[in-house]
């Protein structure tokens, strides 16, 4: 399209570069870009477009926004619709007609005409009115979300009104706490955010007060993003909602609350826990979300080496001992044990935890949430477990020399123990139990395999570009710069798609350490970490320093990031 542009006298070869500059630095279509710079007008465009592939060009500026009739929009999927930047625009003797980004492509038109039951007509468009269409017709839940706001802001305050039924305390709760929540925007927002989060793939919500404003952040990828958030009014309806929702009493504004909440979509059931906290200003909340969908994952393609995940594999087919998983708080602990639990959970076995909180209910699991206020300790239930006829045994965390000595003792008498610790690396494990007061033969004949983990974010895939490292860095990292001759070093620019942060996802880095028989005699001769460590390494273990340097060289990760999560 660039070079008819240019032939056609439409645009200049400088006016072309800057075009692809804009593309590269935005992520948006070449032809928005253009339009975008005022380069060149989107008729324009749309006409050399039109006339190159012999279709129609249809003026959008109208139906974006009106709108297309709903009997014609639902002949697309709006997934479908926004991935491939296209939507159906009108009917007419039995053919569909679609402005497409594309329209000359055959295999996306053959899609179109299988999904809609139709034959298709493809049409040329403006494609900032074709983005407008689309985000239109088919909004997001980022999208949904940014509406309701411009809403509530058009509206004004929502109306408080007081229950006449609720207890006689009602005028000491916040204010909004007792509104009618049947359709009350609170309602609304709250539904528009939950699912705007899950579709974003946040794993934690944040609605925090302040003196002025509200504030709406997600955790994605590890760094927390701010979003649209409505008037601070609506803070007290928000809370009370929340609490309706989680089953918590919305009158106790003075002490901290938990509960969960399970939200129902199409493509399954997404739960949530919450927490409340009282601050200066007001109940601070926060939604961790727990998706069960990303428990069946296949730790090689989160970034488990091969030879680290047949070391590990081959630890949890042992009938007894324990697998332990360390790093510190956020580096996927928990989601690499509740994997292992959906891998090994089976008629045929009996599986009991003791957890705090419990993150994910697992039908087949006997899942304990371990309550101190009442003595149900890890160590109590853990107590309790040996008498239930365990196979396996998942204690949440490993606190105490009683936890410890109980799961010892537990792994040495013919049951798979797995748990976790907060250690640096996976040497560090074995002296840390030694430390706590675990005697050394014990720990040594006890332990099958220790694993620590870190996550890194991933170089965006949309905007990622070819990047160097001075040898100095490389050095600095702990890599020979020959190394890195024939490396792919990526670094992401920022575009819609990442929310302009040059990353998207994220993968582990693993240490898995097997208790060879040299490393069990270590533990026993009481040998401080580092002569573990470095026994490991002679029989191949991958530090989590060197598995973050193989990530950084095939360009899934950055160097800064693996430096952030891992030391020398």
């Not at 949904?144 to 809403?151: K, W, Y």
């Not at 929340?242 to 997404?270: C, F, H, S, W, Y």
């Not at 003792?409 to 976790?420: E, F, N």
């Amino acid at each position: 399209m660039l070079a008819e542009l240019t032939s056609r006298g439409a645009i200049t070869t400088d006016q072309a570069e800057q075009g692809l500059a804009e593309r590269a630095r935005s992520g948006m279509r070449l032809g928005y870009c253009l339009a975008a710079l005022g380069i060149a007008s989107e008729a324009a465009i749309a006409g050399v477009v039109g006339e190159v592939m012999g279709v129609q060009v249809l003026e959008l500026n109208g139906q974006a926004a009106s709108g297309v009739p709903d009997s014609v929009a639902h002949r697309v999927p709006g997934t479908f619709a926004h991935r491939n930047f296209l939507c159906p625009v009108s009917s007419r003797a039995g053919r569909l007609v679609v402005a497409m980004g594309e329209p000359d492509n055959l295999r996306l038109v053959e899609d179109l005409e299988f999904i809609a039951g139709m034959e298709i007509e493809p049409a040329a468009a403006g494609e900032m009115a074709l983005l407008e269409l689309i985000e239109r017709q088919y909004p997001t839940p980022e999208v949904a979300v940014t509406r309701l706001i411009e809403e509530l802001d058009e509206v004004g305050k929502p109306e408080v009104r007081s229950d006449p039924s609720g207890p006689d305390d009602r005028d000491d709760l916040p204010r909004g706490a007792w509104v009618e929540l049947g359709d009350e925007p609170a309602v609304r927002f709250i539904d528009e955010m939950l699912e705007s989060a899950i579709s974003r793939g946040a794993s934690d919500i944040h609605i925090e007060p302040y003196e002025r404003e509200l504030r709406v952040r997600y955790r994605i990828d590890g760094a927390l993003q701010q979003v649209s958030a409505p008037p601070l009014e609506m803070a007290a309806s928000l809370s009370s909602r929340l609490k309706i929702m989680a089953n918590l009493n919305i009158a106790e504004r003075r002490l901290p609350q938990d509960g969960r909440i399970k939200v129902t979509r199409p493509d399954g059931a997404v739960d949530m826990r919450v927490s409340t906290l009282p601050t200066l200003s007001g109940e601070k909340i926060v939604l961790r979300v727990l998706d069960r969908g990303t428990l069946a994952m296949d730790l090689g393609a989160f970034g488990m080496g091969r030879r680290a995940e047949r070391e590990f594999m081959t630890a949890l087919e042992d009938p007894h001992g324990m697998v332990l998983v360390t790093g510190p708080t956020g580096s996927g602990k928990t989601t690499t044990l509740y994997s292992v639990l959906a891998r090994l959970n089976t008629d045929g076995v009996n599986i009991q935890t003791a957890e705090d909180p419990v993150e994910y209910n697992m039908t087949g699991v006997n899942q304990v949430q371990v309550r101190p206020a009442i003595g149900l300790t890890f160590a109590a239930a853990l107590r309790s477990f040996l008498r239930q006829d365990p196979d396996i045994v998942l204690v949440g965390e490993i606190r105490d020399l009683e936890t410890a000595s109980i799961a010892v003792k537990a792994a040495l008498t013919g049951h798979l123990v797995l748990s976790t610790l907060h250690t640096n690396d996976a040497a560090s494990t074995v002296t840390r139990l030694v430390d706590m007061g675990v005697e050394p033969f014990n720990a040594a004949a006890a332990i099958n395999l220790v694993t620590a983990q870190r996550l890194v974010r991933c170089v965006c895939g949309n905007c990622s570009r070819e990047t160097r490292y001075l040898p100095r860095a490389l050095r600095e990292a702990g890599m020979d710069p020959a190394e890195a001759s024939g490396a792919r070093f990526r670094r992401g620019a920022g575009c819609d798609a990442c929310g302009l942060t040059g990353f998207s996802g994220r993968r582990g880095l693993y240490e898995v350490m097997p208790m060879s028989r040299a490393i069990r005699q270590l533990a026993l001769d009481r040998a401080p970490a580092h002569q573990i460590k470095q026994r490991a390494v002679e029989e191949g273990m991958v530090t989590l320093r060197r598995d973050g340097l193989k990530k950084a060289v095939r360009g899934t990760t950055t160097l800064e990031e693996v430096l952030r999560v891992t030391s020398a």
